[in-house]
């Protein structure tokens, strides 16, 4: 239980509590996270669109990195979980693709020989660590939460280079969820996209999209939403009252990042979980939870 970590740009500017509880989920469950030093931005998909053999480069280096530590790289961030995935699928199907990359690499001293897989805090929970496993820490169950999976286009697709569940029917979320003492909300849009990432071109389009993952999570009769990306987690909280305005309709659900929830149930203090930060307050599902 011992991942090269990589937490993604997200994590580590705008969604920081993503990060922190991360690291506090990980010290409980006695995961060891090693820091990917000099490590780099992926690039989230973007680069690859304005150059690809760069996309290829920056990502052998991260890979090589991880290598040399003798560590598969666990990310806490879909986006990046995505690109990377692609990227290594690319590098380790294609000997001249590699060989072209490496070719760059050594330049800087570097080679990366294909040894690395890339995994999510969500994947090691679930499969690695084991729910069963997992249950005896539950410390705060969340009994009477009827919680909505929301999974991430990312951290589902393409499942034919991803490969950890179906895409159309994923279960890792919703078992997390009762493993942790929740109730799993049944909604259509669990495993549709949230906008983020048309958000700084098309805002209505984003806002619609997540407004609407929202509001069907609300009609299942949700009273809060987790979801493992923190992308995910930006469009469905910060910007949720923007798409209230859009819809003129209140959801007011609160969003919790995966490892805040998870970190929550293991009995992490209240006051450490950073919810203060949320745009929708947590606090009445708290109350309601350490009331119950």
């Known amino acids: 239980m011992k991942y090269a970590y990589y937490p993604g ?19 409980i469950l006695g995961i060891e996270l090693v ?8 690039g989230a998909g973007c ?31 879909s986006t990046c979980l995505q690109t990377m995935a692609k990227i290594n699928h690319d590098l380790k199907s294609d000997p ?26 969500l994947w090691v929970l679930v499969r690695d660590f084991g729910l069963e496993k997992l249950k005896p820490y539950v410390k705060r169950p969340l009994h009477m939460l009827n919680i909505a999976g929301f999974y991430g286009c990312h951290t589902l697709r393409p499942g034919e280079i991803l490969g950890f569940e179906d895409p ?8 997390l969820i009762k493993a942790l003492g929740g109730t ?5 849009g669990k495993t549709r996209c949230c906008g983020f990432h048309t958000l700084l071109v ?32 930006v469009s469905l909280d910060v910007y949720q009252g923007e798409a209230e305005k859009l819809y003129k309709r209140k959801t007011q659900l609160p ?27 947590p606090q009445g599902v708290v109350d309601s939870l350490l009331a119950g």
Request: proline share 3%; aromatic share 4%.
């Open 47 to 77: 680069l690859d669109e304005a150059n690809k053999e760069l996309s290829y480069v920056i990502n052998a280096r991260i890979f090589a990195i991880a290598e040399g530590m003798g560590l598969n790289i666990l990310t806490i961030c």
């Open 9 to 27: 740009c997200a994590a580590e500017a705008i969604m920081k509590e993503a990060d922190e509880t991360t690291h506090m989920v990980a010290d």
């Open 202 to 233: 098309n805002e209505r389009a984003s806002l619609k999209a997540g407004g609407k993952r929202l509001q069907e999570a609300r009609d299942k009769g949700a009273d809060c939403m987790v979801t493992p990306c923190p992308l995910c987690d």
């Open 168 to 175: 159309r029917n994923p279960k890792s979320l919703d078992q």
């Open 255 to 281: 969003v919790f990042n995966l490892s805040q929830l998870v970190a929550l149930a293991l009995g992490v203090e209240i006051d450490k979980l950073s919810f203060k930060k949320h745009m929708v307050s």
């Open 96 to 121: 001249e693709l590699l060989e072209r990359t490496n070719k760059v690499l050594r330049e800087v001293g570097m080679e990366y020989r294909g040894g690395v897989e890339m995994t999510h805090l």
């Open 35 to 42: 820091d990917m030093k000099n490590a780099t931005c992926c």
């Open 184 to 188: 799993p909300v049944e909604y259509r």
